[in-house]
């Protein structure tokens, strides 16, 4: 969680990229490279790609950790103006990652209305599937194989396969 939601969009499941930046390792947003994570200065930052490397970004954490798992740091979003603390925000990895990963529903289901029942019929009840797509996990319509439901950079998308 963030405050008041701040930079909330810029959360998610980051790779490690084989490139490293300012001699930390770096991460890119799965299914989003234009969203990054790096280390510059005394801090951890997550911003654009075009910014990778420097000090500034959305999210950061003033700590050396030499891995973003590590930062005992509170993290600290921006509103624009101020940055903000967000001690409820914490970075996950390796077997913590994978527990909450694997926590994700069996079934979801995709309920009320849409303008002018725009796309009304890709709700439902959605089953998880085996395959993650982007690092979450991917879910299909009961009885439409076809249409799934899945996360990419900052949103969940439900679409045809």
Request: aromatic fraction near 10%; glycine fraction near 12%.
């Amino acid at each position: 969680a963030t405050p008041q939601n701040q930079q909330r969009a810029w959360l998610g499941i980051f790779k490690r990229r084989p490139e490293a930046v300012n001699g930390w390792p770096s991460y890119a947003l799965q299914g989003d490279d234009g969203t990054r994570l790096w280390h510059a200065g005394p801090c951890w930052f997550v911003g654009r790609a075009a910014e990778c490397g420097q000090a500034k970004g959305w999210i950061k954490a003033a700590d050396g950790s030499l891995t973003p798992e590590q930062v005992a740091a509170t993290w600290q979003v921006t509103d624009g103006s101020a940055w903000l603390d967000a001690p409820e925000l914490r970075l996950i990895a390796g077997e913590a990652l994978a527990s909450a990963l694997a926590a994700a529903a069996d079934t979801v289901a995709l309920v009320g209305a849409t303008p002018q029942n725009q796309q009304r019929n890709t709700l439902g009840i959605f089953k998880r599937r085996p395959e993650a797509v982007n690092g979450w996990p991917s879910y299909a319509l009961q009885g439409d194989d076809g249409t799934r439901l899945w996360h990419a950079g900052r949103c969940w998308f439900v679409g045809r396969a």
